[in-house]
């Protein structure tokens, strides 16, 4: 996932699992990893990349978690999806998630997900605030999850390999960011919307 994908060169893009494999080396040489704490996880964010990684990740996903708890509003009321429709529409960023998942390991040296997904959450309140079709609001929806989805396989390798011993910890802390945001996000996003638009 790291690194320049020389690994990958002549693979296909789609991998298997590998469900079972042996051990790499003897446990028995070695000391059992620390158990993750809340207290290990403080300590860890006093180190500001992680900090900061964290952040950029958290915002990102709860801008893209407004777009999912308006995507449903604006279909319906702008223009006239039934639910149906609208679960449908659903399809386009989940795609973009699985794309963005797909090819962001591939391509993460180019450090331009943040770009792409802040393209797409643009476009998606432009789009929605001039009334453009709804295929561009749902495009714009899908690049908004792919860029995402390509931070996120970013900054969790970027994490992981920042302190070996406690991956775990550091992909905990990430999500203690994260998902408080997204709540926040889902919270705030209709009152604001409500006071100065969506675009």
Known sequence: MVGTGEVYANKNWVARPVWRQKPVVDPKKFPK???????ALFKLLYYPPIVIVSMNSAILFSAYYAIAATFPRFLEDIYGFTSAEVGVAYMAPGLGLVAGSLIGGRV??????????FSGILMYGWFDDFHVSAAGIIVAAAIAAFG???VFITTTSYLTETFHKTPATLAAGASLFRNPAAAIAAVVVKPLIGKIGIG
Request: zero cysteines.
């Open 108 to 117: 993460s040296n180019w450090h331009r997900g943040m770009l792409v997904s």
């Open 148 to 150: 995402m989805t390509w």
């Open 33 to 39: 990893p620390p158990r993750p704490t809340l207290l």
